[in-house]
Nanobody, 121 residues
Framework: QVHLVESGGGLVEAGGSLRLSCAASGTMFNVNLMGWYRQTPGRPRDLVATITPGGNTTNYADSVKGRFTVSRDKAKNTLYLQMNSLKPEDTAVYYC??????????????WGQGTQVTVSS
């Protein structure tokens, strides 16, 4: 089992910055992908960013490219999402996730509880 706890959300003005953190614990040996999703009322969770275990390969949604940066501190088992130049459209609940791939290609996805980010105009 992988346990994830997000923090760092809050209220900011447009153009401001926030850094979200995701503390991971549990069985991390088989984690092959981590990242962030976000969700607004009435919509499914949208992928924001992913990062590979080595931290060298990242992917971003087009809407956040150039503004958000995902990173991982392996020693602390912590995932980060640095959000700059925030826009009102970034307002959402942000969820950290971790994907595991075990022998036999069995995949599981674990989610944090979410942290609210609100960007005012």
């Amino acid at each position: 089992q992988v346990h994830l706890v997000e923090s760092g959300g809050g209220l900011v003005e447009a153009g401001g910055s926030l850094r979200l953190s995701c503390a991971a614990s549990g069985t991390m040996f088989n984690v092959n992908l981590m990242g962030w999703y976000r969700q607004t009322p009435g919509r499914p969770r949208d992928l924001v960013a992913t990062i590979t275990p080595g931290g060298n390969t990242t992917n971003y949604a087009d809407s956040v490219k150039g503004r958000f940066t995902v990173s991982r501190d392996k020693a602390k088992n912590t995932l980060y999402l640095q959000m700059n130049s925030l826009k009102p459209e970034d307002t959402a609940v942000y969820y950290c996730y971790a994907q595991t791939l075990t022998y036999g290609s069995v995949r599981k996805t674990y989610w944090g509880q979410g942290t609210q980010v609100t960007v005012s105009s």
